[in-house]
C-alpha cells in the first residue's frame, strides 16, 4: 500500500486517556476512553472484528485510525503499522497513539509535543496512554487496575477508566467516554462481531453513565439469547441462561428484559412465574403488555398457546 504524507488540517485534539486491550483467553479485543472533548467515541476510537483496534488522541489525526485498519488489515503487525504512520506524519511529535493486533501484538507512542502529563504503558496484552492530565499517575493506574481486575473484557476496561478517575483524570475534567470490544474473528454475522459498542457523548459523570451501560449491555445480550434459545425450541437452555441472569428486572425501568423473560418463563412451563412477570408489566409498562399480544400474529412463538396461558 502507497502511503500519502498525513495532512495536520485534519487534526483535532482529544485530551483524553485511553486503553487498548486483548483478553487472550478470548482473543476478545477491546477500547475505552474518556475524554474533556465532547463524543470523544467519534473520535477517538477505532476497531474493527478480526483486525485490531487503535486509539488516536492528543492532537489526533483520524487518519491514524482509518488507515491504521487497512495497514493491519493487510498483514501488518501493530507495531509495524504504528510506525509506518509515524514515518510519513509531519508532525509525529503532537500524536498520542495505541494499536493492538488480534494476534495480541501491540504498540503505543507518546510524542514529545503532548500537553503534560502525558505518557503510556506498555504490558503483555494492554497499553494505557494519556495526556494533559491532572497527575502523572493515571496511565499507571489505569494499567494496574486492568490488570487487577477479573471477568469479562468490557468490566476490566471499565475498571481501568474508573481508576484514571481515582488518580486525577484529565485535568479540566470529565464529558465524555466510550467502549467498545470486539472478537478476534469474524463470523460473518457482523452484528455478533462488535459485543459492546457504547458511548456516552455528554454527561457530569460520563464515567459512571457508561459503567452503568455496559452492564446493562451485558443484561441485554444474556436475555436477548435467552429468549432466542426459547423461541428456537430450546425453552429449557433460555431457562438456564435466566438463571445465570440472577436477579429479575425492574420493570419500570427496563420492561423489554421483562417482557422477554416472560416469553422465556411461559415457553419452558413457568406459566404461574410468567403470569407474575407480566402482572407487573400490566402495572409498570402496559404498552409491553400489549407488545406481547401481538407477537401471537406476527407468528413469532413457535406455541402460541404460551400467550393464552400468560397474558391476562
Given amino acids: 500500500m502507497m502511503l500519502a504524507p498525513c495532512r495536520v488540517a485534519?487534526?483535532?485534539?482529544?485530551?483524553?486517556y485511553s486503553i487498548?486491550?486483548?483478553?487472550?483467553?478470548?482473543?476478545?479485543?477491546?477500547?475505552?476512553?474518556?475524554?474533556?472533548?465532547?463524543?470523544?467515541?467519534?473520535?477517538?476510537?477505532?476497531?474493527?472484528?478480526?483486525?485490531?483496534?487503535?486509539?488516536?488522541?492528543?492532537?489526533?489525526?483520524?487518519?491514524?485510525?482509518?488507515?491504521?485498519?487497512?495497514?493491519?488489515?493487510?498483514?501488518?503487525?501493530?507495531?509495524?503499522a504504528l510506525a509506518a504512520l509515524l514515518s510519513i506524519d509531519p508532525h509525529p511529535e503532537r500524536r498520542q497513539l495505541a494499536m493492538i493486533d488480534c494476534a495480541g501484538r501491540l504498540h503505543a507512542f507518546t510524542g514529545e509535543a503532548n500537553v503534560a502529563e502525558a505518557g503510556h504503558v506498555i504490558g503483555d496484552d494492554c497499553a494505557t496512554l494519556a495526556n494533559m492530565m491532572a497527575t502523572n499517575g493515571v496511565w499507571q493506574a489505569m494499567f494496574d487496575a486492568y490488570q487487577a481486575t477479573a471477568g469479562p473484557l468490557a468490566e476490566r476496561l471499565m475498571a481501568a477508566l474508573r481508576a484514571a478517575e481515582r488518580?486525577?483524570?484529565?485535568?479540566?475534567?470529565?464529558?465524555?467516554?466510550?467502549?467498545?470490544?470486539?472478537?478476534?474473528?469474524?463470523?460473518?454475522?457482523?452484528?455478533?462481531?462488535?459485543?459492546?459498542?457504547?458511548?456516552?457523548?455528554?454527561?457530569?459523570?460520563?464515567?459512571?453513565?457508561?459503567?452503568?451501560?455496559?452492564?446493562?449491555?451485558?443484561?441485554?445480550?444474556?436475555m436477548v439469547e435467552a429468549f432466542e434459545l426459547a423461541i428456537d425450541g430450546r425453552p429449557g437452555d433460555g431457562l438456564d441462561a435466566l438463571e445465570e441472569l440472577g436477579e429479575e428486572e425492574d420493570p419500570a425501568v427496563n420492561p423489554d428484559l421483562s417482557m422477554w423473560r416472560a416469553v422465556v418463563l411461559g415457553l419452558a412451563g413457568e406459566t404461574a412465574e410468567a403470569r407474575r412477570v407480566v402482572a407487573r408489566l400490566e402495572v409498570d409498562a402496559p404498552a409491553f403488555v400489549e407488545t406481547l399480544r401481538r407477537f401471537g400474529p406476527a407468528g413469532l412463538l413457535p406455541d402460541n398457546g404460551v400467550l393464552e396461558r400468560i397474558l391476562p
Fill in 10 to 16: 485534519c487534526e483535532h485534539r482529544a485530551v483524553t
Fill in 20 to 80: 487498548v486491550a486483548r483478553d487472550p483467553s478470548t482473543g476478545e479485543m477491546g477500547i475505552a476512553t474518556q475524554s474533556q472533548a465532547l463524543a470523544v467515541g467519534a473520535s477517538v476510537p477505532f476497531c474493527e472484528p478480526g483486525v485490531g483496534v487503535i486509539a488516536t488522541q492528543s492532537m489526533a489525526l483520524p487518519a491514524y485510525g482509518t488507515l491504521g485498519l487497512d495497514l493491519l488489515e493487510g498483514g501488518l503487525t501493530a507495531p509495524e
Fill in 167 to 222: 488518580a486525577g483524570g484529565d485535568l479540566r475534567g470529565p464529558r465524555s467516554a466510550a467502549l467498545s470490544v470486539v472478537r478476534a474473528e469474524r463470523t460473518g454475522r457482523p452484528w455478533r462481531d462488535r459485543i459492546v459498542d457504547l458511548r456516552v457523548d455528554r454527561a457530569t459523570d460520563p464515567v459512571a453513565e457508561l459503567s452503568s451501560l455496559v452492564s446493562l449491555s451485558a443484561k441485554y445480550h444474556q
